[in-house]
């Protein structure tokens, strides 16, 4: 993929600021998209998952208004939205705008002055490819408004976690898209060369050692870029099957379940589809668990076995998966990956793969020949190392 630097971003992003607004930003700040290694499915379950944070980040060049109002413009989409802070809603200003009229939206009900924004972005996320653009969008944004109304929410944990969820409750309830913390909290919380174990039942985060290049590997990344309709409403069933088995079940979330509890809680349960959405869960759950002391050991075969049952688990029990996921993460095994798995909600996104850095090229090659071979849209494959979090840039 050609990728432009941070540098160029910034400079060209501030330029298109000024040349819209007509004055240069006070700041720039960014964010970087995600891919989850392991724990798919699991975070609006209260469970484990553990991303990391790309190199690809959505900056965004910002100056404060004290006037109520709300502009944008991003170089991904036409035209300047407009919106007052008072009319930020589901409906308005609605499309892209509503990612990032949100944010400003959850901060105000969260008591905290922010008064109105001009903002420019640019990012080199790609949308839609499991990576999360969306939570990049908004974690800049959060960070920008932190320090230009000085809520000092970048310089802790805390902080960040606060800004994370209210960056959370912009996508659920102004964006419309019912998706679990872990975009946010990895775009907000992630450090280099580490991948975030993040308990979605506490909130509580750990930052466990993610170097692949040390032992002469590299995570191989390919964007599918296939199209399936329904995704949403495919996501949101899986939602409100899990919520309806907790129910069922007597539990707070499957969290509670455990891999102890399963056999019990499976017989317990109705229908064969319920036993195969909750058994995913469970089992995913504890694959993060495992996955972790794998990392800590340096046992990359591990990894690769436990992405391997993964995948597995969610094209199998979960049905999330799609032909191009199974083709590419098949491919990827057969060229010598330790293990690859899709990542992300599903039908379509991106597959993650362990490969030896100089098998790299021709893990990719390999999967691009399959997809012609198939008649599926060409994949883009890159690599990735684990990056820094949300910041100021300038
Ligand atoms: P993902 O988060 O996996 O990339 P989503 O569907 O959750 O996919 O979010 C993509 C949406 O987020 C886009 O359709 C657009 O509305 C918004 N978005 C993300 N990045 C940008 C950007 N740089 N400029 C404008 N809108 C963006
Ligand atoms: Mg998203």
Known sequence: MSERT?????????DVFARTFGSAPTGVWSAPGRVNLIGEHTDYNGGLCLPIALPQRTYAAVSRRDDGVLRMA????????EVALDDISPKQPGGWGSYVAGVLWALRRDGLPVDGLDVVVDSTVPFGAGLSSSAALECAVAAAASDLFDLDLLASTEGRARLAARCVEAENEIAGAPTGGMDQSASLLCDDAAALLLDCRSGETRQVPFDLDASGYVLLVTDTRAEHALVDGQYAARRDACE?????LGVETLREIGPAGLDDALGRLGSDEV?????HVVTEIERVTLAVTALEAGDLDEVGRLFDLSHASLRDDYEVSCEELDVATATARSH??????????????????????ADADAVAA??????????FTPPVSFTVTASGPADRDR
Do not use: K, N, P, Y
Not at 6 to 14: L, N, P, W
Not at 275 to 279: D, L
Not at 336 to 357: D, E, K
């Open 6 to 14: 941070r540098d160029e971003v910034v400079a060209s992003v501030s």
């Open 74 to 81: 991003s170089a991904q989409q036409d035209g300047v939205v």
């Open 244 to 248: 309806a088995a907790a129910r069922d």
């Open 275 to 279: 036993r195969r959405r909750v058994r």
């Open 336 to 357: 010598g990956a330790l293990g690859a798995r899709m990542t992300g909600g599903g039908f379509g996104g991106s597959c993650i793969a362990i490969v030896r850095a």
């Open 366 to 375: 390999a999967i691009a020949a399959a997809f012609e071979a198939e008649g």
